[in-house]
């Protein structure tokens, strides 16, 4: 269920590798009217073309092996959407820049990739792939730039405009930019599609919770200590468009994850995993539609990157180089 893959070279090389490993798998959820409408793919592609052209041209690729039109290739699933995730980004008296992140969804879904990226057209980068082509979940980067998506539940938009997918915003962060304020630049100029949080921290300790909504502009949280981010809008101005959703288990998961890292307690990197291991809340979850599929530990001033297939709490971590 979960793999290691290793991408390298050019964006057709790129696509056809992962046209030859992925296969096409419906999602179990209602999509999107727009999803099925090329017209506005069109519009969303040009979006991408304008930003990364390089990545659009391995996302063509990859839909040309499908014999689907290129458009198709910013929707084509091998998972569904997800669901749940924490995050929280922390700076140790030390210098040492610290993240956790876990990402929840059903213990179902069926694709979980780790991406080794080493491309011609983008900063080399290693990060988690649930299923949609070409994008990254979460990740870091050459640079030591942290990235990680956290979906949001609210209210549709009844007249939707042509953006950017959530999958890609990571993708296009981690390819091109190298520090959390070059991140922030780069999402106010996309236009969204979909109502996400994202988790942005660098090794310099500027760490950022940007919170996405389609036509609004991006509210923007910053800390230079500590920030943990979850499934629910702090922005004034997006509160209002999660509607009577319950929040209390967002919200107590943020607020656990500060308390965690609040007050230094022996070893930074033990004391990070132990946070996203907790059952307390739960961080760490085991129900049938919310289980924590993969979590990480980065350490951004070295570069330091380990991964829990599966949950930290009975799996553990393993360390990889980058």
């Known amino acids: 269920m979960y793999r290691f893959l290793q991408l390298i070279g050019l964006p057709s090389e790129i696509g056809r590798y992962l046209a030859s490993m992925l296969q096409r798998v419906k999602s179990p959820f209602r999509s999107s009217s727009w999803e099925h409408d090329l017209a506005f793919l069109a519009e969303c592609a040009a979006i991408i073309r304008h930003t990364h052209s390089a990545l659009w041209d391995e996302l063509a690729t990859f839909a040309a092996a499908f014999d689907a039109p290129a458009e198709r290739s910013l929707f084509l699933r091998a998972a569904a959407l997800p669901q749940a995730c924490s995050a929280m980004a922390w700076q140790h008296s030390s210098g040492q820049v610290f993240v956790g992140r876990n990402y929840d969804f059903y213990i179902n879904m069926p694709t979980r990739d780790l991406l080794a990226t080493n491309s011609s057209y983008g900063y080399k980068h290693i990060g988690m792939n649930g299923g949609l082509v070409g994008g990254r979940y979460d990740g870091i980067n050459e640079h030591g730039l942290f990235v990680g998506l956290h979906k949001v539940m609210a209210d549709r938009q009844e007249h939707l405009q042509p953006g950017v997918p959530f999958h890609l915003l990571p993708r296009l962060a981690l390819d091109l930019c190298t520090s959390t304020a070059e991140v922030i630049s780069l999402f106010r100029e996309l236009p969204q599609l979909s109502s996400f949080n994202y988790t942005v921290a660098d090794r310099h300790g500027h760490f950022a919770r940007l919170e996405c909504y389609p036509g609004q502009p991006i509210g923007v949280l910053e800390s230079d200590t500590l920030l943990a981010t979850t499934n629910h809008f702090n922005y004034p101005d997006l509160i209002p468009l999660q509607g009577r ?78």
């Open 245 to 322: 959703r319950p929040l209390s288990d967002s919200k107590a998961r943020e607020a656990f994850l500060c308390a965690a890292v609040g007050h230094e307690q022996g070893d930074p990197w033990l004391q990070t995993a132990q946070a996203m291991s907790d059952h307390q809340i739960p961080v760490c979850c085991h129900k049938e539609f919310s289980s924590t599929l993969w979590s990480g530990l980065y350490e951004l001033t070295q570069r330091r990157v380990a991964y829990s297939f599966g949950t930290p709490c009975q799996v553990g971590y393993r360390e990889l180089e980058f």
